[in-house]
């Protein structure tokens, strides 16, 4: 459960930021696990020069690292970012990210369309998610250069399809009967109001052996069996008979010359 207050203001320096790039901003984060300074040259490089393919719009990057020797003058670098906040600006255009779930589900509170390089674990379930509601862009990092970063970038910048989609999907994200948090304080008064949950727990009235799937298992292994047994059955069927190989005898008494086959 995803428990988002109202994003609070942005104040002091990144106040400042957000509010003079009026060309737009690019926030680029892989989360607290990810430093991608430890990233390989080659990488850095190709974010770098996308970069400057973009003069005009302002990258903000969670960089954990010495600074780069050729930073583009439209970068700005940061071990610690206020990343809610920052996405709740109305001056960010778009968000450059891992796919992991608490980056995904900030995103799309706020509506903004996303370019995904998942790492690990479930990132690229996630990222194969959002690419098919066409809310954002899903890329691959062992292929990763700067055209394709350059490519995805001004299709999620100029595409209008991206941020309306990414709004819509905003509003169906922010529209329920309860905040998150009121929904956990309830349930969790619910179940100090009543002792007997037990409707909660439909599990608790399986037998064993539902419990365990093993009647769906017993199921399955008997339709494999039966179309396996069908399967032998008709490659037997189909093997020659054994070819004679003297005469025999009909059954009206007549000898009857068999033919080797």
Request: aromatic letters at 12%.
């Amino acid at each position: 459960m995803q428990c988002f207050l109202p994003a609070k203001p942005l104040s002091g320096e990144y106040k400042a930021i957000m509010d003079n790039a009026t060309d737009g901003v690019v926030l680029i984060a892989f989360g607290s696990l990810i430093n991608l300074a430890k990233l390989p040259p080659e990488i850095k490089s190709s974010f770098l020069n996308m970069m400057r393919q973009f003069p005009k719009i302002l990258f903000i990057w969670r960089w954990d690292g010495p600074e780069p020797e050729d930073k583009p003058e439209n970068l700005i670098i940061s071990k610690w970012l206020p990343q809610f906040q920052i996405l709740g600006h109305p001056n960010l255009r778009a968000f450059i990210s891992h796919a992991g779930l608490n980056s995904l589900s900030e995103a799309t509170y706020h509506g903004v369309p996303v370019i995904l390089i998942p790492l690990f674990v479930d990132q690229d379930y996630n990222a194969y998610r959002i690419e098919a509601t066409e809310i954002g862009i899903r890329l691959e990092m062992r292929t990763l250069n700067s055209k394709i970063l350059i490519t995805s970038l001004n299709q999620v910048l100029n595409n209008p399809k991206y941020s309306t989609n990414m709004k819509a999907m905003s509003a169906l994200f922010r529209d329920r009967p309860m905040s998150p948090i009121e929904t956990g304080v309830y349930w969790t008064e619910f179940i100090l109001r009543h002792n007997n949950t037990r409707h909660l727990k439909p599990i608790q009235n399986l037998t064993f052996f539902q419990r365990r799937f093993f009647d769906g298992a017993l199921i399955l292994i008997l339709v494999v069996s039966f179309i396996l047994a069908l399967l032998f059955a008709s490659l037997f069927r189909g093997f020659p008979k054994k070819p004679y190989t003297k005469d025999s005898i009909t059954k009206d008494g007549n000898e009857n010359k068999k033919k080797l086959h």
